[in-house]
């Protein structure tokens, strides 16, 4: 069974910081790392993803970190806003061809 | 519009009373998962299929079944539920597998009395 290692669990941050949220894994099928958005009463949303064949990604405030030696991707959100509280999850695809996800991490920004 | 549409949003019920939960996609995807969401354990993956007719367990599969007979349609069937499978359901489908983006439906509230 595929681990995927996701932290923090909760994370709380001031409008405007940066969060970081951190992901480890095994090994994978597939060379494609997303993560995933989830608002209250909502299912996961893609909000961004990496191939390995780069380093990091940014879309707008959002920014993937990929290690590949080590196995371990990150998700960075500069200027952390209120509208950006939620939960969120980190996936690999291990062995199936359906990700395995982490435990998720719920994010809330204070005003 | 592209969409997963799960039916229905809410159910309750009682131990031993089988049910299904519907899922549908519009996008011509052929990979098709349902994940159960539980505090403190993210989501789990039930079972999956790759394509009509071809399905398989994931991590937690017991106390389910599944079908793929059209590729749209991947339902999730109880036929004996028990309160431990009071959750959170999710039905997902993809273009390429764990390769591209899920699309997620709205999710299934399912409360076993």
């Known amino acids: 069974q595929q681990q995927v290692k996701q932290s923090p669990q909760s994370l709380i941050v001031q409008k405007g910081g940066i969060s970081i949220i951190n992901c480890a894994y095994e090994n994978t099928a597939f060379d494609y790392f997303p993560w995933y958005q989830q608002f209250p009463g909502k299912g996961p949303a893609l909000l961004i993803a990496i191939r390995p064949d780069v380093s990091e990604k940014k879309e707008g405030r959002f920014t993937i970190s990929f290690n590949k030696s080590a196995k371990q991707f990150s998700l960075h959100i500069m200027d952390s806003q209120p509208g950006d509280s939620a939960t969120y999850f980190c996936?690999?695809?291990?062995?199936?061809?359906?990700?395995?996800f982490g435990r998720g991490t719920s994010l809330i920004v204070h005003p | 519009e592209a969409q997963v549409t799960q039916n229905p949003r809410y159910l309750i019920t009682v131990t031993g009373k089988k049910l299904t939960v519907t899922c549908s996609q519009n996008?011509?995807?052929?990979?098709m998962s349902w994940y159960r969401q539980d505090p403190g354990l993210g989501l789990r993956q039930i079972y999956y299929s790759m394509n009509v007719e071809v399905t398989d367990k994931g991590d937690v599969p017991e106390g389910y079944k599944v079908s793929r007979k059209e590729k749209r349609n991947f339902p999730l069937i109880l036929e004996s539920p028990s309160p431990n499978q009071t959750s959170l359901y999710f039905c997902?489908?993809?273009?390429?597998?764990?390769?591209?983006?899920?699309?997620f439906g709205n999710g299934t509230r399912l409360t076993v009395t």
């Open positions: 996936a690999t695809p291990g062995g199936s061809y359906i990700p395995t």
């Open positions: 997902a489908s993809s273009f390429a597998g764990g390769g591209s983006p899920l699309h």
């Open positions: 996008m011509n995807h052929e990979y």
